[in-house]
């Protein structure tokens, strides 16, 4: 992996961690008085963005499910023991699961495919 390409992944991680955190603190949103966890969307675009082009940038399964592996320990880390002792997310909400389920599933999803472009060829 040449420096650049270092560089670009540095930036997709950084950009996984702050998606992360983003959509955790924007996920309690309200339309009006009905609750709107848009933030479950964008995760389930952005994560699969970033593990696709983590896997152009070097086809192996460490590198291209780094972005994935922030993501998913910063919702970890960030929504249990949050700034201040806080928990973000709450345990028995179905804006969790969605959050979770939208970032996780579509980004393993794109490890999968990046995976089996590499075997192929």
Same mark, same amino acid.
């Given at each position: 992996?040449?420096?650049?390409?270092? &560089?670009?992944?540095?930036?997709?991680?950084?950009?996984?961690?702050?998606?992360? &955190?983003?959509?955790?603190?924007?996920?309690?949103?309200? &339309?009006?008085?009905v609750q709107f966890p848009i933030?479950?969307?964008?995760?389930?675009?952005?994560?699969?963005?970033?593990?696709?082009?983590?896997?152009?940038?070097?086809?192996?399964?460490?590198?291209a499910s780094a972005p994935l592996l922030v993501w998913f320990a910063t919702v970890f880390a960030v929504g249990m023991f949050g700034p201040g002792g806080d928990i973000v997310l709450p345990g028995n909400d179905w804006r969790t699961l969605l959050l979770i389920v939208g970032g996780a599933l579509p980004g393993a999803m794109m490890l999968g495919i990046v995976l089996a472009r590499r075997a192929r060829g």
């Amino acid at each position: 992996m040449r420096a650049a390409d270092r &560089l670009v992944l540095g930036f997709l991680l950084l950009d996984a961690f702050l998606l992360a &955190l983003i959509e955790l603190l924007f996920l309690p949103s309200y &339309l009006g008085s009905v609750q709107f966890p848009i933030t479950a969307a964008v995760a389930a675009v952005t994560t699969p963005l970033l593990v696709a082009e983590a896997g152009r940038l070097a086809p192996h399964r460490g590198v291209a499910s780094a972005p994935l592996l922030v993501w998913f320990a910063t919702v970890f880390a960030v929504g249990m023991f949050g700034p201040g002792g806080d928990i973000v997310l709450p345990g028995n909400d179905w804006r969790t699961l969605l959050l979770i389920v939208g970032g996780a599933l579509p980004g393993a999803m794109m490890l999968g495919i990046v995976l089996a472009r590499r075997a192929r060829g």
